[in-house]
Structure formats: structure tokens, C-alpha cells
């Protein structure tokens, strides 16, 4: 038993094998995983997740042996294609190409075209780092070629679920932002402050309160034994007597 469960876990790190059929997604404006490792003979499926996208390989960046793949632009269901030949993928999205919509396959082992310089559009992760993993997530850090001077796209930022390149202005863009946050804080904290003073003011002096209680009295609003009542709790400080 102990050694059939190590021989399982060792086959979670392995890369796809030609019986499987790995998934690559196709969302809004990413494919997931951007990076993928599988065994000559795989068959991988290209799925639309939402939106109308392609999965087309760049002719010049792949494997001198190998045809290039093209599923034409689709908005549901799915493309195959079964990867023969050794050597590195790269591929495109047709309508999402220029906002960097692009990933990486390596069948077997790294090598080809697409080794010998970085992806035009957008980041793909290291060849050696898709071997390792055997599949990296869209958004992760790991292995980034870096062409585009921005990393791999994370989730939530930008485009598509992630996308941060060399092509956004970063920190810079989102300055009048940030300057409309602090100035509303600003606002609300004046208000708070005002608010807060108004609260602070002092209560009608004793003085006039009991100049108020005596006129009630002299104008017979109210009798003796109420005006004495009304004066010692004013004295006291437990009455309000101008009520």
C-alpha cells in the first residue's frame, strides 16, 4: 500500500501523458494554463471559458518538423490538436494577439524556433519552468520570459483576469486615482471634524438659564414651589430651568 501511494503521488508532477486529454481554457483574453508540458502524442483541447477566441500557433515559433495549428476564431465548444512532434509551442489568440493573449506548450522537451527568442505579444513562462510544473496557472509569477517588461499578467488587473504588462502604465496610471481618494478622505474627514465640533459646543451659561427660569416666574408661567423646585436643580446642574 505505502508504495502504490508513492507511485501515485509521484504521477501528480508528471506531465500529460498521450492517453490524457489536458484542458487549456480560453476566458477573456487568457488562455489557463498559459503554460503547458505534455508527452509526444497528447491530444490537448482548446475550450472557450467566455468570449470568441482562437488558438493559433505562431508558424515561425514552433518546431521545424512540426504543422502549424490553427482553430480559427470560435465562440463555443472546443479545438484538438495532437502534438507529435518534440519542441516548444508558442501560440496566439487572433482577435486578442495585441493585448497579449498568447501561451506556451513543450512537448517532450524544450527546443525550436521559439527558444531562440522571446514571444512578440505578450509573456509566456521559461520552457524549464513549464517542464518542472508541468502546468503553469494564467496569473503566476513563475518563470515569466519577461519580454514584454512586465512579468506574467495576474489575475484581476486590467484586460482580461490579470492582465499587467509593459504596455499599462502601472502605478503612474492609476496616480489621479489614488489623488481622488485622498482628497474625498480629506473631505469626509472635514466633515467628521465639523460635525464632531459642533457637539463639543458649550451649553447655555448657568446664568442665562436662571435669568430665563425668573422671567418664566415673574410672567407667572409657573408658580412658587416650581420656580424653587427648578432653581435648585439648575444650581445643582441636573435641569435645564429655561425648560
Known amino acids: ?22 484542458v ?46 490553427d482553430s480559427g476564431v470560435i465562440s463555443s465548444g472546443g479545438f484538438e490538436y495532437t502534438f507529435e512532434e518534440p519542441g516548444t509551442y508558442d501560440y496566439y489568440c487572433i482577435p486578442h494577439k495585441t493585448v497579449g493573449m498568447v501561451g506556451r506548450i ?34 503566476s509569477s513563475t518563470g515569466g520570459d519577461g519580454n514584454s517588461g512586465g512579468g506574467m499578467r495576474g489575475p484581476g488587473m486590467g484586460s482580461g483576469p490579470g492582465m499587467m504588462n509593459g504596455r499599462s502604465n502601472g502605478w503612474f496610471g492609476g496616480l489621479p486615482f489614488v489623488g481622488g481618494a485622498l482628497g474625498m478622505l480629506g473631505l469626509v474627514g472635514g466633515l467628521l471634524y465639523w460635525a464632531l465640533g459642533r457637539g463639543d459646543a458649550p451649553p447655555e451659561s448657568d446664568n442665562s438659564a436662571m435669568e430665563t427660569l425668573q422671567r418664566r416666574y415673574a410672567r407667572g408661567e409657573i408658580d412658587e414651589e416650581e420656580f424653587q423646585k427648578r432653581r435648585e436643580r439648575l444650581e445643582t446642574g441636573r435641569e435645564d430651568a429655561s425648560r
Open 24 to 69: 487549456v481554457k480560453m476566458g477573456n483574453n487568457y488562455f489557463d494554463p498559459i503554460g503547458l508540458h505534455v508527452e509526444p502524442g497528447t491530444t490537448v483541447r482548446f475550450e472557450i471559458a467566455a468570449g470568441a477566441h482562437s488558438a493559433t500557433a505562431y508558424e515561425n515559433r514552433i518546431p521545424s518538423d512540426a504543422s502549424a495549428f
Open 106 to 139: 513543450v512537448v517532450g522537451n524544450p527546443g525550436g524556433p521559439a527558444e531562440d527568442s522571446p514571444i512578440p505579444d505578450g509573456d509566456v513562462p521559461e520552457s524549464d519552468a513549464i517542464v518542472e510544473q508541468g502546468a503553469i496557472a494564467y496569473g
Open 1 to 22: 500500500m505505502l508504495g502504490a501511494g508513492a507511485v501515485a503521488s509521484t504521477g501528480l508532477s508528471q506531465p500529460a501523458s498521450a492517453q490524457e486529454t489536458p
